[in-house]
């Protein structure tokens, strides 16, 4: 189903903030930020700055009205540093002037004096030091200890997965405008309305109803919106109130790239007990994540990083240890896969060790462990409906797994220079917000005397085709064509309270709020039919705009069907909560379902490596993936080969780099993504009768699971370059890339 937004994204005429008309008196904000990870603030000297042309104010922690506080889940971040430094790049004070240019100058000339203090910038040495944001957490199950007398192989080894920049296409902005009665409207480029409403209420002073969010759509997220957007709108929103004008804050490329959190790098060690035959019999591991200078939504990450440590696999002994390690970087924060990722390329570093050892392929190891239906996550969930070995299986049989694998050896063993290599990855992903308190959505929905309709939800358009699928879940349920109905921008006016889109869970939740919301307009409508018509309800529906009688036509339709209900005084709107059920977790036993479903699929990778330069090519991706009956195919196709471009990247190319806490990976000379050439040959399959009862019109998430097929390259890649250097044991240490390649091949000879 074609969508007026869809269209817009094609045509390049998407409106996002930036380009918003300049309202009347508008004024531009740029922030002051430090130069040094860690340093006691001595004083701030604003004098030089307001002498400047078109410097309009200064202003810093001293002239905030409410709370310097802008952390969400820990309160441990101020919006302004007031005594101390922590990261290069935390904002001090914000300039506010006539131009974006003078702003930007007036920051630069703002004087600071510092007191330069010692800095961590490891995860191993910030826990070492005892710098955690919170107490370290572990799941266990069975009997480790004594399960490692059982092993017949027993294989240890360290990873190292690296950050990610997450280079949206719109950074970050807020366009902030003062209204009467002291309440101020904030148009801000956020996955979080509500958050955003809250904290701005928190450091103005103000309460929550004398601020509105709205947001349109983004352009792109994958959850650097999801907190990190909400110091520039509060920067705004302060400068808006202070000044009584208008006042647009929107960071540059570099500005971005520098201020803003990214994914978390993870330093891990594994230890994995298998039998003779391959089967795991324990695993433990211990996951150090570098969460930066302040909490941000670093907890809960690490949090969905103990859930899937285990990656597609049942293992009946496991103990999963995770510390979040405070350093002096830019606070790390949501990324798409949200700490799944990292973990779960730990498990398959340790398959990947074990299949060196036992000298079997690692696709014997994979397949000999895959869930089961009602095998147990070490948290105590129990697997339903679990497609990891249909979904391996059809993989494997479709894509002829076997035959690959003997045609990579067989071009490897008459190569000198050049070397394939091949592997599969499986994915196993939990659906929800591990926060039972987030798993809720509201809709309202308006049908005007005219037939249109309008469709208000919590749900932000980041380009992942969300309006979309609540356009087809409103179209589906009240029967009409899809052109008859409007999704509007989200505000936090219109539906209140909601959680951010993020979790993959954005359709999910928002679409059966939808679902819910026409569902009771619907059934008032067939009321309305059955007394005109003299017949059941029970008998009656609404396809393609006209009422049927037991699926037959009859001369009722959409339009006047609605006007007749309009004239009878019933209510043609309605509003719909929908909390996600049977959700919790109780953290002090480290048990719950903090799931609602999985995700599952698998995905067959090829590369290729010339040996003498280090250099390579993914050649093909071939996918299959649990969809459940997709609402929109053409975009779940989308995000499955999007994702798996995206963790691609992070596997291979796109190396992040601090030199004593500066970012020199800070703009695309120095940070590489992939592009239309380094994309390989795209093949993806959704499994068939996989319907998903808990969620919307059966349908499943799609935004995060695919990312994690990306992890599959890196194996592959190994793949290739032990058939060069068989003699080599193999180095998990993300991104894989010519550079590390090269050494790989050539290192120590």
């Given at each position: 189903m074609s969508t007026p937004?869809?269209?817009?994204?094609?045509?390049g005429t998407s409106r996002y903030i930036d380009?918003?008309?300049?309202?009347?008196?508008?004024?531009?904000?740029?922030?002051?930020?430090?130069?040094?990870?860690?340093a006691r603030l001595v004083s701030i000297d604003p004098s030089q700055t307001l002498d400047l042309p078109g410097v309009v104010a200064v202003m810093t922690a001293g002239d905030?009205?409410?709370?310097?506080?802008?952390?969400?889940?820990?309160?441990?971040?101020?919006?302004?540093?007031?005594?101390?430094?922590?990261?290069?790049?935390?904002p001090v004070a914000v300039v506010v002037a006539e131009t974006s240019h003078q702003a930007r100058a007036g920051a630069r000339s703002c004087a600071l004096e510092l007191e330069e203090l010692p800095a961590i910038f490891d995860a191993r040495e910030a826990a070492a030091a005892g710098e955690l944001i919170t107490a370290q957490r572990t799941l266990e199950n069975g009997d480790v200890d004594a399960a490692w007398d059982n092993c017949d192989v027993i294989v240890e080894g360290s990873a190292e997965t690296a950050g990610q920049e997450h280079l949206y296409l719109e950074t970050q902005a807020a366009l902030a405008l003062p209204e009467e009665g002291g309440r101020i409207k904030l148009f801000s480029s956020t996955q979080a309305p509500t958050a955003v409403q809250k904290i701005t209420a928190r450091v103005l002073g103000l309460p929550m109803n004398l601020v509105e969010v709205e947001v349109t759509r983004l352009g792109g997220a994958f959850g650097g919106k999801e907190d990190q957007a909400t110091p520039w709108a509060v920067m705004a929103a302060l400068a808006a109130q202070r000044t009584g004008r208008p006042v647009r804050l929107t960071l540059n490329r570099h500005e971005d790239m520098c201020f803003t959190g990214k994914r978390h790098p993870y330093s891990s060690d594994f230890k994995l007990g298998l039998k003779a035959d391959g089967t795991i019999l324990a695993y433990e591991v211990h996951l150090w994540q570098n969460a930066g200078a302040a909490a941000d939504l670093s907890?809960?990450?690490?949090?969905?990083?103990?859930?899937?440590?285990?990656?597609?696999?049942?293992?009946?002994?496991?103990?999963?240890?995770?510390s979040s390690c405070r350093t002096n970087l830019v606070p790390f924060t949501a990324f798409r896969g949200f700490g799944a990722p990292q973990a779960m390329f730990v498990m398959e570093a340790a398959i990947d060790r074990a299949a060196e050892v036992m000298r079997i392929s690692r696709s014997e190891v994979q397949a000999k462990n895959l869930l089961n239906e009602g095998d147990a996550f070490p948290y105590g969930m129990r697997v339903e409906r679990s497609r990891?070995?249909?979904?391996?299986?059809?993989?494997?049989?479709?894509?002829?797994?076997?035959?690959?694998?003997?045609?990579?050896?067989?071009?490897?063993?008459?190569s000198k220079l050049t070397k394939?290599?091949?592997?599969?990855m499986p994915v196993c992903f939990g659906i929800s917000f591990t926060n039972a308190m987030l798993n809720q959505a509201g809709a309202l929905v308006h049908v005007y005397t005219d037939g249109s309709v309008s469709v208000s939800t919590g749900a932000i358009e980041m380009g992942q085709g969300v309006n979309a699928k609540i356009l087809a879940v409103a179209s589906t349920t009240l029967g009409v064509s899809g052109d008859r109905i409007r999704i509007e921008s989200t505000t936090t006016r219109t539906v209140a309270n909601t959680s951010p889109t993020a979790a993959s869970s954005g359709a999910d939740m928002n679409g059966r709020a939808t679902e819910l919301a026409c569902r009771a307009i619907s059934d008032r409508l067939l009321s309305v039919a059955a007394e005109r018509l003299d017949i059941s309800p029970n008998r009656l529906a609404i396809n393609d705009g006209v009422v049927t009688v037991d699926g037959n036509p009859k001369e009722l339709g959409w339009n006047e069907l609605v006007w007749n209900a309009?004239?009878?005084?019933?209510?043609l709107s309605a509003h719909a909560h929908y909390a996600t059920p049977g959700i919790w977790y109780d953290k002090e036993t480290e048990r719950g379902e903090p799931f609602a479903y999985h995700v599952f699929g698998t995905a067959i990778l090829e590369v290729t490596v010339d040996c003498l330069r280090g250099i390579y090519t993914v050649d093909r991706v071939r996918m299959v993936h649990d969809g459940g009956r997709s609402l929109a195919e053409k975009v779940d196709m989308g995000q499955l080969e999007g994702g798996l471009v995206q963790g691609l990247g992070w596997m291979t190319m796109e190396e992040l780099v601090f030199n004593e806490g500066r970012n020199v990976s800070d703009t695309l000379s120095t940070y590489k993504i992939p592009d239309l050439p380094s994309t390989p040959i795209l093949e993806g399959h959704f499994l068939e009768d996989a319907d998903n009862p808990k969620a919307v019109m059966h349908s499943?998430?799609?935004?995060?699971?695919?990312?994690?097929?990306?992890?599959?390259?890196?194996?592959a890649l190994l793949d290739a370059l032990r058939a060069f250097r068989p003699e080599r044991e193999g180095v998990y240490d993300t991104p894989l890339t010519p550079e590390k390649a090269l050494v790989f091949l050539h290192g120590n000879r």
């Open positions: 937004d869809l269209e817009a994204h094609i045509r380009d918003m008309a300049d309202p009347a008196g508008l004024l531009h904000a740029a922030a002051v930020t430090s130069p040094l990870p860690h905030i009205p409410g709370a310097n506080q802008i952390g969400g889940i820990i309160q441990d971040e101020e919006l302004f540093a007031e005594t101390a430094v922590h990261f290069i790049g935390q907890p809960a990450i690490l949090e969905r990083s103990l859930f899937h440590a285990t990656g597609s696999y049942f293992v009946p002994n496991a103990r999963i240890h995770a990891a070995r249909r979904s391996f299986g059809e993989a494997v049989a479709r894509f002829d797994l076997e035959a690959l694998e003997a045609e990579v050896d067989s071009f490897n063993a008459g394939r290599g091949v592997a599969a309009y004239t009878k005084r019933v209510n499943k998430a799609i935004g995060e699971p695919p990312f994690m097929y990306g992890i599959g390259v890196y194996f």
